[in-house]
């Protein structure tokens, strides 16, 4: 991969922030409002566990008390109101969000569907019924899944519809793949979480372009640009800023707030350590997937197969901490 220093005027006068904008869309990986404001990035993810963390927050109160005084008189009860006001709460922050950035917010379904194609279907055409019906166009909008074999589905048919899709909890090359060959718009390898992984089981640390969260995410952005998909890489979950100065050059890179704030106060040089012509010109097999191979390679990665599994419990558990905390305002 190419590592020339990025050619700008003065570049040891801009930011690692302002630097890395040169060559990789930045997007804040956060439900907070002023990150936003204060980092300006092009898009913005979110999922169930920062917008719980938002709803716990005085300063958001005002988005769940207005979804829940308009969904009053939506005639349902029980669950059904409950995942009815979830459903506008998800929203309303996206709505929000989309005030700020000029590109793409990412709103998640619901982790408890992530082996069920047709419920995955329903609610990401809910979700996105409740966009337009507020006058956003589906451009604007990633329908986040995570990158189960079913999610997968769910995402070429959404796909086809017009709907994009950002695979979320992805670890491992297989599911990439798996991913680009249903022509989804975005998929989100999670390097932190791939690093905590090998950190424990091998009981060392890992810095720079050894790290094996950053070797996946560079594996992936070879493959793609290797064999021209269209799907873009956003590489997400990060630990460290070196993490992130090692993938300069992705297509995009989702970033949390204190890595944000540490990436604009450092003046250190940034190099562009992902490049496409090198990843056209490299050395790449090819990976024939169907389901049955799939699902064996996916087993046969321990890593990708209990990170996969422990964040879709993750995320369930912080929708059902959502579903109780919406539960006690209606």
Same mark, same amino acid.
């Given at each position: ?12 006068q801009l ?7 040169k060559v ?10 002023e ?6 990035p ?5 999922n169930p ?17 207005k979804?829940?005084a ?8 029980g ?6 006001v ?48 507020a ?20 995402a070429?048919?959404?796909q086809?519809?017009g709907?994009? $899709? ?6 491992s ?5 798996? $991913? ?10 999670f ?20 790290? !094996? ?25 990060f ?17 949390? !707030? ?14 562009k ?45 912080d ?12």
């Open positions: 991969m190419s590592t020339a220093t990025l050619e700008t005027p003065a570049a040891s930011s690692q922030l302002d630097q890395l904008k990789t869309k930045v997007v804040a990986d956060t439900g907070d409002f990150t936003m404001r204060e980092f300006k092009q898009d913005a993810t979110t566990s920062l917008i719980f963390q938002a709803t716990q927050k005085a300063e958001y109160a005002y988005i769940i008390d979804v829940v308009d969904r009053k008189s939506s005639g349902l009860t669950a059904a109101q409950v995942e009815d979830i459903d506008n709460v998800l929203v309303a922050f996206g709505l929000e969000i989309l005030k700020i950035v000029p590109g793409r917010v990412s709103t998640e379904t619901d982790a408890r569907l992530s082996f069920d194609v047709e419920g995955t279907l329903a609610k990401a055409r809910q979700l996105i019924g409740l966009y337009e019906k006058g956003i166009s589906r451009d604007r909008i990633l329908i986040k899944i995570a990158s189960t074999w079913e999610g997968i589905r769910a070429e048919v959404l086809k519809e709907i994009h $899709c950002n695979l979320t909890l992805l670890f090359l297989a599911q990439a793949v798996a $991913c680009a060959e249903a022509k989804v718009q975005l998929i989100s390898p390097v932190g979480r791939i690093y905590d992984w090998y950190k424990a089981a091998q009981k060392r640390d890992f810095t720079g372009a050894e790290d !094996p969260g950053v070797v996946s995410v560079t594996q992936i952005f070879t493959y793609y640009k290797h064999f021209g998909y269209k799907t873009e890489v956003m590489g997400a979950s630990r460290n800023t070196s993490q992130i100065v090692e993938l300069a050059g992705s297509d995009l890179l989702t970033i949390s !707030p204190d890595l944000l704030a540490k990436l604009a106060a450092s003046n250190e040089p940034v190099t350590k992902l490049d496409e012509a090198a990843a056209k010109a490299a050395k790449v097999d090819r990976l024939n997937l169907d389901e049955k191979t799939f699902r064996y390679l996916l087993n046969d990665d321990a890593m990708a197969t209990e990170k996969t599994a422990e964040g879709i419990r993750k995320f369930a558990a929708i059902v901490k959502l579903e109780h905390f919406i539960a006690g305002k209606v």
